[in-house]
C-alpha cells in the first residue's frame, strides 16, 4: 500500500481516528524523551501540591496574556 492509497483511506475515518493517525505520526517522527517527560510529570505535580497548600504565587490570566 503506497502513500496515496493511505491519503485516501484516510479521507473516510471520523476526526477523532485521524487525530490518532496524526499523533501517532508525530511520536515516531519526534520521540518523547522519557526523562524529561518524568521531571515534567515530578514538577507539575509539586507545583499543583503548592498550589492547592496556598503556597504558589500566582497570577490571573489577564495579566500573564496582557504582557
Same mark, same amino acid.
Given at each position: 500500500?503506497?502513500? #496515496?492509497? @493511505? ?6 475515518? !471520523?476526526?477523532? +481516528? =485521524?487525530?490518532? &493517525?496524526? $499523533? #501517532?505520526? @508525530? ?6 524523551? !522519557?526523562?524529561? +517527560? =518524568?521531571?515534567? &510529570?515530578? $514538577? ?12 504558589? +504565587?500566582?497570577?490571573?490570566?489577564? $495579566?500573564?496574556?496582557?504582557?
Amino acid at each position: 500500500m503506497g502513500v #496515496n492509497d @493511505i491519503l485516501k483511506e484516510t479521507a473516510n475515518l !471520523k476526526p477523532e +481516528e =485521524k487525530y490518532l &493517525i496524526v $499523533e #501517532n505520526l @508525530i511520536q515516531e517522527l519526534n520521540p518523547i524523551d !522519557k526523562d524529561i +517527560e =518524568k521531571a515534567w &510529570i515530578e $514538577e507539575s505535580e509539586k507545583r499543583l501540591e503548592l498550589y492547592e497548600k496556598g503556597e504558589l +504565587e500566582t497570577i490571573s490570566y489577564e $495579566e500573564a496574556f496582557n504582557k
